[in-house]
């Protein structure tokens, strides 16, 4: 341990940008009439997205790596409109934008459609930022960057186009687009502003609502939101379906295990929210370091969180 390794790495003015921020985030959905609550960082269950890998506690459960269960839950019991700001736990995650613990601004809107929980992120975001803001379909923006449609293109040709850019060979087409959308379409996006892309394949749906796009083919009601080269916010229209959702917590394991992982067990309390019944809403998480650091320009988290994992 050298003599300076106790010392935080983000400067005293970083720590001050973080207490004003947060005070604005309290200010502006207290203004709205949203309820900040807290559930447990620590549980019994845990995700199964084949993406995300959280930590356990032996003994003890799960580090949560998002409050969404457990605020599905709130819901379900009639909480009204609520939102948190919430450490949240992933494994294996760190690097210049990544730190295995992080926290999430995460709020969810019964009643609300997708549009207008994007036109209450756009309005937190814009004064923010200090940026406009425009709003693209992931298929039509895909396709200007790549010349590849990525919901009818052959996964073939897509593989191919993702391993010109830097990826593994024997992709399938759904983690080519990923691949590609990383990578390249991420990279082509304006940084001077606020980027909105909805409509993403049907297969990222995650939690999330289906639908059919215009051309008949089918596409999650999610959005993301990019400023500066980085993703800030991830958004759904909320999956309500708990015979749906069962079936994709089943699906999530069989690409876990098809990948080497463990499965994890579905967690029964939030389908038992479903099936008691989950108000229709819509819902977002936003990364507070990654907004942090786009406000400021930082280019690695540690300039805006005191103790990354090496010195924690």
Same mark, same amino acid.
């Given at each position: 341990? @050298?003599?300076?390794?106790?010392?935080? +790495?983000? !400067?005293?003015? !970083? #720590?001050?940008?973080?207490?004003?921020?947060?005070? +604005?985030?309290?200010?502006?959905?207290?203004?709205?009439?949203? #309820?900040?609550? @807290?559930?447990? #960082?620590?549980?019994?269950?845990?995700? @199964?997205?084949?993406?995300?890998? !959280?930590?356990?506690? $032996?003994g003890h459960g799960w580090l949560q790596t998002s409050p969404? *269960?457990?605020?599905?839950?709130?819901?379900?019991? &009639?909480? =009204?409109?609520?939102?948190?700001?919430?450490?949240?736990?992933r494994h294996g995650e760190a690097g210049a934008r990544h730190n295995p613990e992080f926290t999430l601004l995460e709020w969810y809107r019964p009643g609300f459609d997708l549009n207008a929980l994007v036109e209450e992120?756009?309005?937190?975001l814009t004064p923010l930022c200090g940026a406009g803001a425009e709003r693209h379909r992931f298929r039509e923006l895909f396709a200007t960057v +790549? &010349?590849?449609?990525?919901? +009818?293109? $052959?996964?073939?040709?897509?593989?191919?186009?993702?391993?010109?850019? /830097?990826?593994?060979? =024997?992709?399938? =087409?759904? %983690?080519?687009?990923? *691949?590609?959308m990383a990578v390249e379409v991420e990279a082509a996006l304006d940084p001077a502003l606020l980027t909105v892309v909805e409509d993403f394949p049907g297969w990222a749906a995650a939690l999330a609502q289906t639908t059919e796009d215009r051309d008949g083919a089918p596409v999650a009601r999610r959005?993301?939101? *990019?400023?500066? &080269?980085?993703?800030?916010?991830? /958004?759904?229209?909320?999956?309500?379906?708990?015979?749906? %959702? !069962?079936?994709?917590?089943?699906r999530d394991n069989e690409k876990r295990r098809a990948s080497g992982?463990?499965?994890?067990?579905?967690?029964? *309390?939030?389908?038992?929210?479903?099936?008691? /019944?989950?108000?229709?809403? @819509? =819902?977002?998480?936003?990364g507070l370091e990654r907004l942090q650091m786009a406000v400021s320009g930082a280019g690695r988290i540690e300039q805006v969180w005191a103790f990354p994992s090496e010195r924690a």
């Open positions: 341990m @050298s003599d300076a390794s106790w010392r935080p +790495t983000a !400067a005293h003015d !970083a #720590l001050k940008a973080r207490a004003d921020l947060l005070r +604005t985030v309290r200010a502006f959905f207290d203004g709205r009439g949203v #309820l900040e609550v @807290s559930t447990p #960082l620590l549980a019994a269950h845990a995700v @199964s997205d084949e993406h995300i890998d !959280a930590i356990e506690v $032996p969404e *269960y457990h605020m599905k839950r709130l819901l379900a019991a &009639g909480s =009204g409109p609520i939102y948190q700001i919430a450490r949240a736990f992120c756009l309005a937190l +790549t &010349g590849l449609d990525p919901l +009818t293109a $052959p996964a073939r040709e897509l593989a191919a186009r993702a391993e010109r850019a /830097g990826a593994p060979a =024997g992709l399938n =087409g759904p %983690q080519a687009v990923d *691949y590609l959005f993301e939101i *990019y400023h500066r &080269g980085l993703e800030l916010a991830n /958004g759904y229209q909320e999956l309500l379906d708990a015979d749906e %959702q !069962a079936r994709r917590f089943e992982k463990p499965p994890m067990t579905a967690d029964p *309390y939030l389908l038992a929210a479903l099936r008691a /019944g989950l108000p229709p809403c @819509s =819902g977002v998480a936003l």
